[in-house]
Nanobody, 128 residues
Framework: QVVLVESGGGVVQAGDSLRLSCAAS????????MGWFRQAPGKEREFVAH????????YYADSVKGRFTVSRDNAKNTVYLQMNSLKPEDTAVYYC?????????????????????WGQGTQVTVSS
């Protein structure tokens, strides 16, 4: 069982930065791929970023590539999402998610169905 808790959301202006954190409980965090997704009002949940269990592979949605950076600290059971140059269209609830399998290749990292554990989400609002 993995419990995920996001933090770090808030209200910022366009061009600002935020760092989201996702703290995980359980002893298997370091064995799981982790993802970040977001959902804006009236829209479907979409993939944002992925980091594999060892931290040496990352993937990003085209809309955030070059602005967002995903990282993890397995000693702290935490995954981060550094968001720079924020835009109003980044406004959404951001969710972290953990792969339901351990030590699994990142085949379909952008698919929500690959993840079996989800946090409650943290709101990010970017004003223009």
């Amino acid at each position: 069982q993995v419990v995920l808790v996001e933090s770090g959301g808030g209200v910022v202006q366009a061009g600002d930065s935020l760092r989201l954190s996702c703290a995980a409980s359980g002893r298997t965090f370091s064995a799981r791929n982790m993802g970040w997704f977001r959902q804006a009002p009236g829209k479907e949940r979409e993939f944002v970023a992925h980091i594999n269990w060892s931290g040496d592979s990352t993937y990003y949605a085209d809309s955030v590539k070059g602005r967002f950076t995903v990282s993890r600290d397995n000693a702290k059971n935490t995954v981060y999402l550094q968001m720079n140059s924020l835009k109003p269209e980044d406004t959404a609830v951001y969710y972290c998610a953990a792969d339901r399998r351990a030590y699994y290749p990142s085949y379909s990292y952008s698919s929500a169905s690959e993840y079996g554990y989800w946090g409650q989400g943290t709101q990010v609002t970017v004003s223009s």
